[in-house]
């Protein structure tokens, strides 16, 4: 069973950063894609951004751009999301998940979920 644990959502001005942190832990989990989904308020949950299970390949969701950035550190059992340039838009939870071996942004393939954590934009 694979644990995901997010930290790093935050009260933050627009225009503003912020780095989004996933701690992961359980059986095989250097084998596993990582991923960051997101879901807003009324809205359905959306794939933002995955990692390979190296951390060669990153995949992002057709919205995103160079504001986001994701990136990963078997070492320290960890994948961050970099958030620049934050917008009104981007507030949501934003939620650490494996889909398995291979990144999907497909809602209903992910195995393993995260508690999530907020991010809110707000002047």
């Known amino acids: 069973q694979v644990q995901l644990v997010e930290s790093g959502g935050d009260l933050v001005q627009p225009g503003g950063s912020l780095r989004l942190s996933c701690a992961y832990s359980g059986v095989t989990v250097d084998y596993l894609a990582i991923g960051w989904f997101r879901q807003a308020p009324g809205k359905e949950r959306e794939g933002v951004a995955c990692i390979s299970s190296s951390g060669d390949t990153a995949y992002y969701g057709d919205f995103v751009n160079d504001r986001f950035t994701i990136s990963r550190e078997n070492t320290k059992k960890a994948v961050y999301l970099q958030i620049n340039s934050l917008k009104l838009e981007d507030t949501a939870v934003y939620y650490c998940?494996?889909?398995?071996?291979?990144?999907?942004?497909?809602?209903?393939?992910?195995?393993?979920w995260g508690q999530g954590t907020q991010v809110t934009v707000s002047s």
């Open positions: 998940a494996t889909p398995g071996p291979l990144c999907t942004p497909v809602v209903a393939d992910i195995d393993s």
